[in-house]
């Protein structure tokens, strides 16, 4: 069939085998947010800015599972507040990020909130947070970082 239906029907058979094969290469892959080995092929080139085995694989599992990460990883988190950290340093001169217990708080010019950074496929009403928390979806730490900063600077000057 030109319109590929052949091929979609075949498919329906193998689906168990195929989602399988897809989470094993977005697992074991240890790239950032795409590669030649997990996600980039010629065809998806032009899109390969927009490619993440990391977000792939939460809807893989939201798919297979019905399940959506809550949290960020330990790890993730903090190299997201790392480059937080880095930012507001640079921007301003009052400021640093404060760590206390498991919870990171930003402190701007003697305004003190706290930072919650979550997966960008969690939706917000999924998220157990504190009234006046900064929310910032882990997604925008690899694509937007000015984004990043402005939730911050809408949310401390507010």
């Known amino acids: 069939m030109s319109s590929g239906a052949g091929y979609s029907s075949r498919l329906a058979g193998l689906i168990e085998q195929v ?3 897809a989470k094993k290469r977005l697992e074991n892959c240890d790239c950032e947010t795409s590669c030649p080995n997990c996600l980039q092929n010629f065809w ?3 899109i390969k ?3 993440d085995r990391k977000a792939g694989l939460q809807l893989l599992n939201w798919i297979r599972e019905g399940i ?3 949290e960020t990883s330990i790890e993730e988190e903090e190299k997201y507040i790392k480059t937080l950290n880095e930012i507001v340093m640079l921007q301003e001169k009052q400021g640093e ?3 206390k217990n ?3 708080w930003i402190n701007i010019n003697g305004v003190i ?3 919650k950074i979550y ?3 969690c939706s917000l009403n999924k998220i157990d947070v504190e009234k006046n928390t900064i929310l910032i979806p882990d997604r925008l730490f690899k694509v937007s970082i000015a984004d990043v900063w402005n939730i911050v600077e809408k949310s401390v000057r507010a």
């Open 19 to 21: 989602m399988d094969e």
């Open 44 to 46: 998806n080139q032009s």
């Open 49 to 51: 800015q927009n490619l």
């Open 68 to 70: 959506l990460d809550k």
């Open 97 to 99: 990020i404060i760590k």
């Open 102 to 104: 498991d919870d990171y």
């Open 113 to 115: 909130k706290k930072v």
């Open 119 to 121: 997966p960008a496929m």
